[in-house]
């Protein structure tokens, strides 16, 4: 009996590291009915293989009115993409489909809604990344800068 506690606690020792790290590379980033984010900054560890966001819209408004998506691109590229993003339209989710400038994505969600893209990050350490929402004129508001270290 003794002897099994003790291997419980051991085991438990040695996961504990390996859930904190896995919340690392787990972000969650909200949305607003005000047309905000919830942080201009994001940062994962390098350490992550990849990391998984999810973008919250709190608000109640519609996805026509009001959507949000979050996409991460390289800062250079983000005009571009907005662009063409907004010729794309909302049954395009508001991004040029196939475009590898997109580094990740969301689909465009309305109030109450959350959606979550998962991603490598093993190219972007150092690299100048930007994410934001690309419904047309959110962007202005509706960034915000993404680190890898
Ligand atoms: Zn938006």
């Not at 009001?66 to 983000?78: A, E, I, P, Q, S």
């Not at 972007?124 to 004129?137: A, I, R, V």
């Amino acid at each position: 009996m003794k002897k099994n506690r003790l291997l419980t606690a051991v085991a438990l020792v040695a996961l504990f590291p390996l859930t904190t790290l896995a919340d690392e590379c787990e972000l969650v980033i909200e949305g607003t009915d005000q047309m905000s984010f919830s942080a201009k900054k994001m940062t994962a560890p390098a350490s992550c293989e990849t990391v998984k966001v999810t973008l919250k819209h709190t608000g109640s408004l519609a996805k026509d009115m009001m959507g949000h998506n979050w996409v991460l691109t390289r800062k250079d590229d983000m005009q571009a993409i907005i662009k063409a993003g907004a010729a794309a339209g909302l049954d395009n989710d508001y991004l040029p489909q196939g475009d590898d400038r997109i580094i990740a994505a969301t689909e465009v969600i309305g109030g109450g809604e959350t959606a979550e893209v998962e991603f490598s990050t093993a190219d972007l350490q150092g690299e100048k990344l930007t994410f934001f929402c690309s419904f047309p004129g959110h962007s202005g508001m509706m960034k915000g800068s993404f680190e890898v270290k």
